[in-house]
């Protein structure tokens, strides 16, 4: 790892990487214009000028971008919002299911009590028979 940026080091300092400069308005331009000739000041303008165009050609695919990550983030936004309307929707389902449920689960308790009791208590056959002995 070490060697790779010692590597990468010695290919920038060869290839003369410290004389690079950005690309910035002359330092004069900068500074305070009073009893410069017009000539100075014309120069200056258009560079700054020129330098302004590059910025707004720059930014513009940028602003287009935040558009569309706008544009993006409404759309879950939206969805979200769904989900949550959706989320208290089966809410409320699931609690009256679960009261439907339970009014089922006591109707069917009642019936397989009866049916249990009448499978238990004592058949046709034996009462008929204790009845004809007496």
Same mark, same amino acid.
């Given at each position: 790892?070490?060697? %790779? ?16 400069? =950005? ?9 305070? =214009?009073?009893?410069? =000739?017009?000539?100075?000041? $014309? ?5 700054? $000028? ?10 513009? =695919? ?26 208290? %929707? ?7 299911? $679960? ?36």
């Amino acid at each position: 790892m070490k060697l %790779r940026f010692l590597v990468l080091f010695l290919v920038l300092v060869g290839l003369g990487f410290w004389r690079i400069k =950005p690309a910035l308005a002359e330092e004069d331009c900068l500074a305070d =214009p009073k009893g410069w =000739p017009p000539e100075k000041l $014309e120069r200056c303008s258009k560079e700054l $000028e020129h330098l302004y165009d590059l910025s707004r050609a720059a930014t513009t =695919p940028l602003e287009s971008e935040i558009k569309n990550l706008g544009n993006r983030i409404n759309a879950l936004q939206t969805g979200i919002n769904a989900a949550v309307a959706k989320q208290k %929707r089966l809410g409320l389902e699931v609690v009256d299911r $679960e009261e439907k449920v339970a009014e089922h689960y006591v109707l069917f308790g009642k019936k397989i009590r009866e049916l249990y009791k009448s499978l238990r208590g004592s058949s046709l056959l034996v009462q008929l028979l204790s009845t004809v002995g007496a």
